[in-house]
Nanobody, 125 residues
Framework: VQLQASGGGLVQAGGSLRLSCAAS????????MGWFRQAPGKEREYVAA????????DYADSVKGRFTISRDNAKNTVYLQMNSLKPEDTAVYYC???????????????????WGQGTLVTVSS
């Protein structure tokens, strides 16, 4: 599976952005999809994940109520709608695919099977 993230950019605090991650291959629906982010000088951290059918969704506490993850299996795409952005949301955002939810909810990057190339989100104050 190859993952291509897009949608990053520069936005003012309080603004919104929508990230997309398009996957190649015919097995997209068999993967749990999610997002991690990495700010300069910091470790990569978990953001959100969505199960194969979209029936189970999980968020990091830092983004609950502001970010929404969704997927469209017909389009092989996962989305991250980010609202009420804060300067501390500034990071490179990476989409990820795994066989199960555990790597996401356990914040375990070692369990991710595939990574996208990352898209930069910059939130100005």
């Amino acid at each position: 599976v190859q993952l291509q993230a897009s949608g990053g950019g520069l936005v003012q605090a309080g603004g919104s952005l929508r990230l997309s991650c398009a996957a190649s291959g015919r097995t997209f629906s068999s993967y749990v999809m999610g997002w991690f982010r990495q700010a300069p000088g910091k470790e990569r951290e978990y953001v959100a994940a969505v199960s194969w059918s979209g029936g189970s969704i999980d968020y990091a506490d830092s983004v609950k109520g502001r970010f929404t993850i969704s997927r469209d299996n017909a389009k092989n795409t996962v989305y991250l709608q980010m609202n009420s952005l804060k300067p501390e949301d500034t990071a490179v955002y990476y989409c990820a695919a795994a066989n199960v939810m555990r790597p996401f909810v356990a914040h375990d990057t070692n369990g991710v099977a595939y990574w996208g190339q990352g898209t930069l989100v910059t939130v100005s104050s």
